[in-house]
């Protein structure tokens, strides 16, 4: 039996440890495994991270017994708790091993989704996970270009590419892929990748780079705020069946959206909001507590909304001003989110 790796927020959530926050996380955060083969520079479970080892991103993560934590997640989702589990897979040599352990316990929870985000290297794996119970398969290209993808990440963006579409293709609507913004790509590279995305039915987890101390990208910036929610708008559109058409883009940035309304459009707020799977709000993930907000993980507030639309520069949305944010908002408050549906304590 061995110890698993839960988020400090899900821990809270599901009562393994007392926690203060303003609303407990929808999905269970699992990390599997610790200290990876792969050597992703901004990561700090890379083999050669010298970042501390219960860390993945910002998150810290809390050792539990392994039928322990199951059996507390098990109650939790039959409580309506949570709504799904999110296992985040280390590359270890028993890595496919321990998965499957994971996916075959979930089996006494009948209904409860688990998503797995590991690393494939064929379709036939993929086949195997969703044979053996995922519901989902996260598989993460995280940087935009090839030759960013070769020095950062290491292997070849084009066979990653590749399988991602063949795995989409043969799981239409099931597959994921994390897109982190700021590892030097320009905002129309990521843009085109995007769209090439969606276009295949992969679902888009976007992420801002986060500096982490003890990883080669440790003074690396995080990204531009304004470029950041011009993709944000971006992406909302083509979830909403937008033409990619729609936005415009010289050599290297998002310039104009040819939208009517914009404003009246993302009123709800919710391109802002963190994407990705259904009930994934990962907060705090790549953001700072009583920071401005890459990703929101809960309503925006008028004034989070008016500066989101300021921070983007499109001429349609610099001029909104507060009340009329406010109006809609209200009406907004009443919508359900397909992925913010609750609030996870950061590591700090």
């Known amino acids: 039996m061995q110890d698993w790796k839960l988020s400090i927020g899900t821990a809270g959530a599901i009562g393994l440890r007392h926690l203060k926050t303003d609303a407990p996380p929808t999905t269970a955060y699992i990390m599997l495994g610790e200290r990876c083969l792969r050597n992703c520079a901004f990561c700090a479970q890379a083999r050669a991270s010298t970042a501390g080892a219960k860390f993945l991103s910002r998150v810290a993560w809390h050792g539990e017994e392994e039928d322990r934590a199951i059996q507390a997640i098990g109650q939790a989702y039959r409580a309506g708790k949570i709504k799904r589990v999110c296992l985040q897979v280390v590359e270890t040599p028993d890595s496919f091993a321990i998965v499957a352990r994971a996916l075959a316990k979930f089996k006494a929870y009948p209904g409860l989704p688990v998503v797995v985000s590991c690393h494939v290297a064929k379709v036939e794996q993929a086949e195997e996970l969703f044979a053996l119970g995922a519901a989902r398969l996260g598989i993460a290209l995280d940087v935009a270009t090839p030759a960013l993808f070769t020095r950062i990440k290491g292997g070849n963006f084009e066979q990653r590419w590749q ?104 009123a709800n707020g919710h391109a ?16 700072h507590p009583g920071r401005l907000l890459y990703n929101y993980h809960r309503p925006l507030t008028p004034a989070e909304l008016t500066a989101a639309f300021q921070e983007s520069g499109l ?13 809609h908002l209200k009406a907004a408050a009443k919508e359900p989110s397909a992925n913010v549906t609750a609030k996870e304590a950061p590591h700090a």
Request: glycine residues 6%.
């Open 163 to 266: 399988l991602l579409c063949d795995c989409a293709a043969k799981f239409p609507g099931q597959i994921t892929t994390h897109l982190i913004v700021g590892l030097g790509e320009t905002e129309k590279e990521m843009w085109d990748l995007m769209c090439a995305c969606v276009a295949r039915k992969i679902t888009v987890a976007l992420f801002a780079f986060t500096p982490l101390q003890g990883t080669p990208l440790a003074t690396t910036p995080p990204p531009d705020r304004s470029s950041y929610r011009r993709l944000q708008i971006g992406l909302e559109l083509l979830r909403r069946g937008y033409p990619a058409a729609v936005v415009h883009c010289d050599a290297t940035r998002i310039t104009a959206i040819d939208v009517p309304q914009l404003a009246e459009v993302l």
């Open 272 to 287: 802002f909001y963190t994407c990705g799977c259904p009930d994934c709000n990962r907060p705090y993930y790549n953001d």
């Open 315 to 327: 001429a349609q949305l610099v001029q909104v001003a507060p009340f009329s944010a406010s109006r």
